[in-house]
């Protein structure tokens, strides 16, 4: 039991985390429409102090603008929820179709086995080897060599 709520948290952080990111960043931006509202053209002055305190009280403030229904955090906070699922549904989709997601390789490259290795690359025999061999080097060098050979063995 315990090991499959832990393989749930592991599984579900990713997403929690970016619900709770948006959750925030939702307030932070109520909160800075708020100021602008409030302060209008001294609103560069005020605006660092308000941040802060944005910031470093997203609790407070989060609950503070939901009490006071406050629109601009609703429809944010809301747009967060679907996004969430819309990028967690996208991730698993896409780790799904990876062909490689699990089998620790890189791209599509796989190792061969012997018999593959084999039959690919060594399946000529020794009639077609010759005859290969024999169309690739012209006439003229193998009779250059054979003659080198000859001298070679009549010197010693």
């Given at each position: 039991?315990?090991?499959?709520?832990?393989?749930?948290?592991?599984?579900?952080?990713?997403?929690?985390l970016t619900l709770i990111i948006g959750l925030y960043l939702a307030e932070i931006l109520a909160g800075s429409v708020m100021a602008l509202s409030r302060y209008k053209l001294t609103f560069a002055d005020h605006m660092p102090t308000i941040?802060?305190?944005l910031a470093l009280?997203?609790?407070?403030y989060y609950n503070l603008y939901l009490?006071?229904?406050?629109?601009?955090l609703i429809i944010v906070s809301v747009a967060v929820i679907p996004y969430?699922?819309?990028?967690s549904l996208k991730r698993k989709s896409k780790h799904k179709a990876w062909k490689t997601a699990d089998t620790e390789t890189h791209g599509?490259?796989?190792?061969?086995d012997l018999k593959e290795l084999s039959d690919h690359y060594f399946s000529i025999n020794t009639k077609d080897l010759k005859t290969a061999f024999n169309n690739s080097i012209a006439t003229e060098i193998l009779e250059a060599l054979?003659?080198?050979?000859?001298?070679s063995k009549t010197d010693k």
């Amino acid at each position: 039991m315990k090991s499959k709520l832990l393989n749930a948290v592991k599984a579900s952080w990713p997403y929690l985390l970016t619900l709770i990111i948006g959750l925030y960043l939702a307030e932070i931006l109520a909160g800075s429409v708020m100021a602008l509202s409030r302060y209008k053209l001294t609103f560069a002055d005020h605006m660092p102090t308000i941040l802060k305190q944005l910031a470093l009280h997203p609790w407070h403030y989060y609950n503070l603008y939901l009490g006071q229904k406050n629109p601009v955090l609703i429809i944010v906070s809301v747009a967060v929820i679907p996004y969430t699922i819309y990028f967690s549904l996208k991730r698993k989709s896409k780790h799904k179709a990876w062909k490689t997601a699990d089998t620790e390789t890189h791209g599509s490259a796989t190792w061969g086995d012997l018999k593959e290795l084999s039959d690919h690359y060594f399946s000529i025999n020794t009639k077609d080897l010759k005859t290969a061999f024999n169309n690739s080097i012209a006439t003229e060098i193998l009779e250059a060599l054979t003659q080198q050979e000859v001298q070679s063995k009549t010197d010693k």
